[in-house]
């Protein structure tokens, strides 16, 4: 017993201490500051690390803090666990959304509990979550692959067309010995990389080395293999824009680095500058950390601007001179939906400044979740590494090997989507309708609810050029900054929690992704299908008037 | 000119050190030390991993070095990378294999150029890369989920079976919108984490619960997230099986644990003594290392081993007595091929012995690459969490939400091995016929190839009695292990060297799962087909025969 009153105070103990620290917010984020500022005030990465994490401190604690104690005998507790896990924060699957599991659940119990009848998941780029179909050919080419045994059937025939039956018995004579249930090269399967590389020249017009890919589930566990391979500890820092996906400040927060934030300007369209980011590198470097890779996301995240070739250019001159690793999440590049951008990968721009695979280390990570596919539940997705010498590059195919190999129909997926049905092949029409149908339906999605939040009181909203997202600016009275105060929640996470409840849209609050500090936004999907954006835009305006009117009336 | 002089002098320094470091053997293991020796010598965790890695240490480092002084411009080198990266070794992809594809290269280009036509990869378990036909239902059910469009279609019916069509319609109506190609519950589909559980309770006769269910791409990642979980210094410790496979050493080094070796018994069978347990984990803790956790790989990898079910209630007693973590890898629990030993699961026999949800921390691990499907290439699997507080499982939840979710594919497959077709289903007498040859051919294969090793001068070898591998002891001539010497390589490796050399015959050396110091294993699978296996014997055979005669002569 005695015992167990000990364990159970320590562990009390440390759990008011690890509140304390989360919800010790930076001064700063409740000052007003224009987002037209050029040098938005700095606060340490540690502090804004603690800043994120604040927006998904579960609501339930106090139940599940009743509920631990029965855990008593257990032997890991909260405070015994590594707190790099503690410290991780990952806000599109966070608070929000636990809230809206349950209220779904809720709905399906008791389908009049709540004034809407259904969620609608705004939160995360799941195109096929929201009714978007898969790309037929891809599908038939993988149903194929899946189940080679009917390939010489004669019913096949009726139900595949002519080239994805080609094409499966292509990608199967590339797989030693047909085999779509073993474990691939580490890297992946050899023919698949030679396909994606292909395709990568056909884009770039530079030459890309099959060896140079490494296959992954997903961009995901690209992203964490880099930061394994450059975080040694908290000294290193890896520059991230702000607002960033939290993918990156999740991975930097597991392998105990420091994030080092550059931010993004909001009144040039989310411009990224590098005076910006020569002054924050300074600032870490002043401060001793030995920052090792810059972290861009083109077309943005959650962000949604493309970035001119120009400024490309100067990022490749700004990390070759600074010594940095350029780790290029280019997993919207298919996403671009404003004639005057165009996506051009880093590795493009870099080689047209002529730096060669010796003069500068990149990393280019690209997925089949995104483009006009959306295909996020195959986990495909690769990243090609260039300019690290072979004995770094022996490291990273350990680390590749550890897990043994990403999954195959993910690997063949990949190289579908970089090599995609041609002029003159069977499916090429139908796949150019299907692709052209989606992209152009999520330019005018992205259209319609720019301008619809643009719309809206205190509520401004850079054009979404790319991606999959709009990242509204909302200034918000003082009474509901107060009220959510009051409630011990970002003011964001305040104003979405009640979007929610009001109208089942979730939505991530921009304290999830960062942001200037005293600014609030929230960052929501274009992917809802094209009939129900109305529906959409009349249920956020009469919520969001009705949020105004109450917390303008006293504020 | 000067700062490339002083940084390729800084880098040949410190790969000097790391040279320095990973040849540091431990003295012992080059003592003989008969196997059956009760308490074989300790030897640090730190010197066990330093020793497992000289097995990989890469052959060609030399060329390596000069190609790596092109790159001194580059902003990453081997000594400023992560060092936990460099610690971690995965022999099971290691120098051999590298070996191996360069050989298998040479094959294609030169036919004639080795004294064999074709590399045989017994390094790893991966049944369909040796021609192990998938099993018809699994596949069937994956092809349709694919591609569900066809699901409707008259040609459909000439090319499924009925319950596969049924199966493929029940998972889509368990998928919300039907959408396979959308981001599923982190966790994974909660209707096949149904199935699943349903599966997991008729298997033990025990409640299973489906929110104890993390679906993941493999087994792999589960184990790296409970690592995750754990470690939070080199001062944690884990306890793993010497000989153990080699995914728990990668593991705990690349977050930057401890591993705390307990042995096996080779003279009992691979036998797991408490006693060994207690020792090592008082020897641990007495050097301040906080042991978290208890590894056991059951039927064993790579040692083949299943544990009798007392000896299960003495290791579950022992974890709760000692306050532990059992991580229990149960990913061969299909794979037992003598009628004397049955496959138990952890956690019935933790409930058998009235341990509940909050008695014990206990983590099974289940994969789809193993029992009789063998499907490494999808990349399923799970973990089954018990006896962890809600707000333990918040952040294992939170953390797997990072990567999304597993790849969909490989989620329906695993609900697929937990849930096979039953009597009475179209599919049952092809299914059953499919799985008894799978596992009676295995069963075959593993008597036949260890009577081959048992008839060897100098070799022993255990039973196979489960998991996919025979772990033989080689008595190497003195010589042998001289020469080894001075190759500066392990003798083991340099055994498996001149196997692979002489026969094409890829096998893993036992330094890279560890071994009693001064005993020499080597692993290999019993996955070769089954009318190739009297071939692979008379190679192996002939080769042991002349390697013998080579270094007896002189030895």
Redesign the interface.
């Known amino acids: 017993m005695r015992k167990f009153v000990a364990e159970n105070s320590r562990r009390v103990l440390a759990r008011s201490k690890y509140l304390a620290a989360v919800s010790q917010r930076p001064t700063a984020s409740y000052s007003h500051s224009p987002c037209s500022q050029k040098s938005p005030p700095h606060y340490s990465p540690v502090s804004l690390l603690r800043f994120l994490s604040t927006i ?1 401190t ?1 609501a339930d604690r106090s139940s ?2 009743t ?2 104690s ?2 008593s ?6 405070d ?7 410290e ?3 806000a ?2 966070g608070e929000i959304v636990t809230l809206a599991q349950k209220l779904q659940e809720e709905l399906k119990n008791d389908p009049g509990s709540h004034p809407f009848d259904e969620i609608l998941y705004c939160n ?1 780029g ?6 978007q179909q ?1 790309i ?1 050919f891809f ?2 080419v ?3 692959c ?2 080679p ?2 390939l010489d ?1 004669a ?2 025939q ?3 067309s002519a080239d994805s039956i080609e094409r499966a018995f292509q990608i199967l004579d590339q797989i ?2 047909r ?6 090269h ?1 890297q992946g399967i050899k023919g698949l990389r030679d396909t994606i590389a292909a395709g990568i020249e056909a884009r770039d017009g530079f030459p890309a080395d099959p060896n140079d890919i490494f296959l992954t ?2 961009a ?2 690209a992203v ?1 293999m880099m930061m ?5 500890s908290k000294k290193d820092g890896i520059l991230c824009p702000i607002p960033q996906y939290p ?1 990156y400040s ?2 930097i927060a ?2 105990g680095g420091t994030l080092v934030p550059y931010y993004l300007d909001e009144a040039t369209g989310w411009g990224m500058e590098i005076s910006e980011l020569k002054s924050q590198l300074e600032t870490a470097r002043s401060k001793g950390i030995d920052v ?1 890779a810059l972290v861009v996301i083109n077309p943005g995240n959650p962000t949604g601007q493309v970035l001119a070739e120009d400024n490309q250019r100067q990022i490749v001159d700004f990390c070759k001179k600074e ?3 350029l780790l290029a999440d280019e997993v919207y590049q298919e996403n671009v939906y404003v004639p005057d951008k165009k996506f051009h990968s880093f590795k493009k721009v870099a080689r047209s400044l002529g730096y060669g695979e ?4 990149l990393v280019s990570f690209q997925s089949v ?1 995104k483009g006009y596919y ?6 495909g997705g690769y990243m090609e590494i260039t ?6 590059r ?2 990273i195919y ?2 590749a ?10 690997q063949i997926l990949a190289s579908l989507v970089m090599n995609p049905p041609k002029v003159g092949d069977e499916s090429y029409e139908s796949y150019s309708a299907e692709k052209d149908g989606i992209l152009s339906s999520l330019e005018r999605r992205a259209k319609k609810l720019e301008e619809a939040f643009n719309s809206l009181e205190g509520v401004t909203c850079n054009r979404a050029e790319g991606a999959m997202y709009l990242f509204p600016r909302i200034h918000l009275p003082k009474k509901a900054v107060e009220a959510a105060g009051k409630a011990n929640t970002a003011p964001d996470a305040f104003y979405a929690r009640r979007l929610l409840n009001a109208t089942g849209i979730v939505v991530v609050p921009g304290s999830g992704f960062g942001q200037v500090p005293g600014t609030w936004h929230f960052r929501c999907t274009i992917l809802p299908q094209e009939d129900r954006i109305p529906a959409i835009i009349s249920r956020l305006a009469e919520f969001h008037k009705g949020f105004m009117d109450e917390f303008r009336s006293t504020g």
């Open positions: 998904t579960p599940t803090e509920m631990a029965d855990y005998s257990t032997p890991v507790q909260i015994t666990i590594n707190p790099k896990v503690l991780c924060e990952y599109v699957r995360i799941n195109p096929q979550s929201l009714g898969p037929t599908r038939e993988l149903a194929l899946d189940h045994a009917i059937k019913e096949t009726g139900l595949f030693p010995g085999a779509t249930g073993a474990y691939s580490s589930d997903g995901s566990p964490h394994q391979l450059l975080i040694r993918l999740a991975s597991l392998h090792r010594g940095l690793v010796k003069d500068i280390s979740s959306g295909e996020c539940g195959k986990r300019g690290f010498s072979p004995e770094i022996e490291q350990k680390v090997s550890v897990n043994l190999c990403s999954n195959i129909s993910g």
